[in-house]
């Protein structure tokens, strides 16, 4: 089952997946990240349930730029350790382009950290996914 998260206590329970890719943020940095990128982002949290648990989540926006024109941003895509390989983070991705789709989006667009090579051959192999750009950031 594929639910997106809302209220406080699923935001939470999601948590326990989320730190696994954002280790960075303790649960009332992240509460506050992901209510304040919904009001100013149209950000979407969604998690996949296997046997009543969280085993993975998926964080997205829908944007319009100049480069991608109607696009889907994926900021967030992570399966639990244990539960990695058993086609969840291929669900919820799957999940996402239809979601665009049914809502006539274009692209589907995501940046992952240069060392995560194999969620690069998951993207590129699995997803069919292409390289095309470098992300580049500068701490302030």
Same mark, same amino acid.
């Given at each position: 089952?594929?639910?997106?998260?809302?209220?406080?206590?699923?935001?939470?329970?999601?948590?326990?997946?989320?730190?696994?890719?954002?280790?960075?943020?303790?649960?009332?940095?992240?509460?506050?990240?992901?209510?304040?990128?919904?009001?100013?982002?149209?950000? *979407?949290?969604?998690?996949?349930?296997?046997?009543?648990?969280?085993?993975?989540?998926?964080?997205?926006?829908?944007?319009?730029?100049?480069?991608?024109?109607?696009?889907?941003?994926?900021?967030?895509?992570?399966?639990?350790?244990?539960?990695?390989?058993?086609?969840?983070?291929?669900?919820?991705?799957?999940?996402?382009?239809?979601?665009? %789709?049914?809502?006539?989006?274009?692209?589907?667009?995501?940046?992952?950290?240069?060392?995560?090579?194999?969620? *690069?051959?998951?993207?590129?192999?699995?997803?069919?996914?292409?390289? %095309?750009?470098?992300?580049?950031?500068?701490?302030?």
């Amino acid at each position: 089952m594929i639910k997106e998260m809302k209220s406080t206590e699923e935001l939470k329970e999601a948590f326990v997946v989320m730190r696994e890719l954002r280790p960075n943020l303790d649960e009332e940095t992240y509460l506050e990240y992901v209510n304040e990128a919904r009001e100013k982002g149209s950000y *979407h949290l969604y998690a996949l349930y296997e046997e009543g648990e969280i085993v993975a989540v998926i964080g997205f926006s829908p944007m319009i730029t100049l480069y991608y024109g109607r696009s889907i941003w994926v900021y967030d895509l992570v399966t639990r350790k244990e539960d990695r390989s058993k086609g969840y983070g291929k669900a919820l991705l799957s999940f996402v382009e239809q979601w665009a %789709v049914d809502d006539n989006y274009t692209t589907i667009a995501l940046s992952s950290g240069m060392q995560r090579y194999d969620a *690069h051959r998951f993207y590129e192999e699995k997803m069919s996914y292409n390289k %095309v750009s470098y992300v580049f950031k500068k701490e302030l």
